[in-house]
């Protein structure tokens, strides 16, 4: 009988026992003991601390701190913290988890028990993530373990991919750096951009020839980096371009505000801040170069194209924009400054068909003659203006082209009014005099007269034409650079 009460005692004790601890657990009394219990354990070990800060002395980001931060949030246990951050993901149903400032992660490795903790410094913006380990588990795991570090990131980088925009700002803290960033969602594609085909397939090629390129460029005892110019006029695609380029290397883009930029040695220390394999941007260069108001000097920007501080970072593309080189000094267009130029004209009856095909599914109509003829007389528009046209217009390709005829001729009267207005008395003998005539009253010529004079233009610039319309120096440049 004893026996049996006490047996019954126990079954009693354990499911009393269950009930309280299912309670418990549900309650932030088990937290709280879990913390305790945390605090005696590390009361009974010696520790070695680790700092990584954000950004070294130089105010170049510190690449070991972004690679601890993206393993960190991989982690299981940032669920487990006492306190983190939900940011939304590349994805519409993507949610990150992201920890927050003074809180501790836990990261078993090896068997060892390590500890993270995210803090800010004294100084504001300065930040830091702080690593905690035994003394006795150092040796044995330290190095290992920060070399799974940078694997992990390596990996979760190459699945992610996601190319990010940086722009500065004029206001940061010299803590926070210079730099503000967002995801770079442009739907830019190599294959996706209307542009000459062959040209298209040269500059895919120079990237990748460039990715592949370190040990060349280090053979050779020069920085591995290469620069393009973009030139053209506005709307005609160069900002797509990039886009398109940055997401063919997977690099983030850099695009610097030069307006924001406080002097030469300004400049310079937003190049130090930027990371290899990235896309520098500075776009209208020209009229930059032409503002006599600007902080920077020419010998600024020089520097900042292939100086000294140039070569502080590598596996980076510079790129430029312009809308004309005509009047840019050959001191900023030489090699070494620019490697590759590339131009992109205003659009002609190749280019439209093109951007038929790509925003009307249209390979060929009736039309399609007419349009030719009115580019065939000097007519033309920006590629941006046709494409913008056609998707307005998208649901009747036959009113789409009528409306593209339309704005053609209404370009080409205006040019020609133009042309008409400005020549005054003083026309050259090379002037088609007779074929355009003002007519009476001032009534523009007819179309008959518009195409002579317009193919008179047209055949003295034919050759010259041929020879720059799509222009890439590819290997030229770099062997007379070599000869220099």
């Known amino acids: 009988m004893f026996t049996f009460v006490n047996f019954g005692a126990l079954i009693f004790s354990i499911v009393l026992l269950g009930v309280v601890s299912k309670f418990l657990s549900r309650t932030s009394l088990i937290h709280s003991l879990k913390k305790v ?16 800060p954000k950004f070294n002395g130089n105010m170049q980001e510190n690449q070991l701190y972004r690679k601890v931060s993206t393993y960190l949030n991989s982690l299981p246990s940032v669920e487990d913290s006492d306190f983190a951050n939900l940011f939304a993901g590349a994805k519409p149903t993507e949610i990150n988890l992201v920890l927050d400032e003074n809180q501790i992660v836990t990261d078993i490795f090896l068997g060892a028990r390590v500890f993270w903790r995210s803090e800010n410094g004294e100084r504001e913006g300065e930040k830091s993530l702080v690593l905690k380990i035994r003394k006795n588990d150092k040796r044995r795991v330290l190095v290992q373990y920060l070399q799974h570090i940078h694997q992990t990131f390596d990996e979760i980088e190459q699945k992610l991919k996601e190319v990010r925009l940086f722009v500065n700002v004029d206001d940061g803290t010299e803590r926070n750096g210079r730099w503000r960033s967002t995801s770079f969602t442009h739907p830019a594609t190599m294959e996706t951009m209307v542009m000459d085909a062959d040209l298209k397939s040269k500059i895919k090629s120079d990237l990748e020839n460039f990715l592949k390129s370190r040990q060349y460029y280090h053979r050779l005892g020069r920085v591995w980096k290469r ?80 100086g000294i501080f140039s070569s502080c970072g590598e596996e980076r593309v510079m790129v430029f924009t312009m809308n004309s080189k005509e009047n840019v000094g050959a001191s900023i267009l030489r090699p070494g400054r620019i490697d590759v130029h590339i131009n992109f004209p205003l659009c002609d009856f190749s280019a439209f068909k093109n951007l038929a095909s790509s925003h009307l599914g249209l390979k060929e109509h009736k039309l399609f003659p007419q349009v030719e003829e009115i580019f065939q007389t000097g007519a033309t528009l920006s590629q941006a203006e046709i494409g913008e046209i056609m998707i307005s217009n998208r649901g009747s390709p036959s009113r789409a082209l009528k409306t593209v005829i339309t704005a053609l001729q209404g370009n080409l009267a205006s040019r020609v009014g133009k042309r008409l207005s400005g020549s005054g008395s003083g026309r050259t003998q090379e002037d088609p005099e007779e074929a355009v005539k003002e007519g009476q009253n001032g009534i523009l010529p007819p179309m008959k007269d518009i195409k002579n004079f317009y193919g008179l233009l047209r055949n003295r610039s034919s050759r010259k034409a041929s020879m720059d319309k799509f222009e890439i120096d590819l290997n030229d440049r770099e062997n007379s650079a070599h000869a220099a």
């Open 37 to 52: 219990w945390r605090l005696l354990q590390e009361k009974c070990y010696v520790y070695q601390f680790y700092k990584v």
């Open 227 to 306: 620069s393009y110019l973009l030139y053209g006029p506005a709307g005609t695609g160069k900002s797509t371009f990039i886009a398109a380029m940055a997401k063919f290397l997977s690099y983030d883009v850099y695009e610097i505000n030069l307006h924001k930029v406080r002097n030469d040695a300004d400049l310079k220390y937003l190049l130090l801040q930027t990371t290899k394999k990235s896309l520098l941007v500075i776009e209208d260069l020209d009229r930059h170069l032409e503002d006599k108001s600007t902080a920077l000097s020419l010998s600024g920007v020089l520097n900042f194209m292939d």
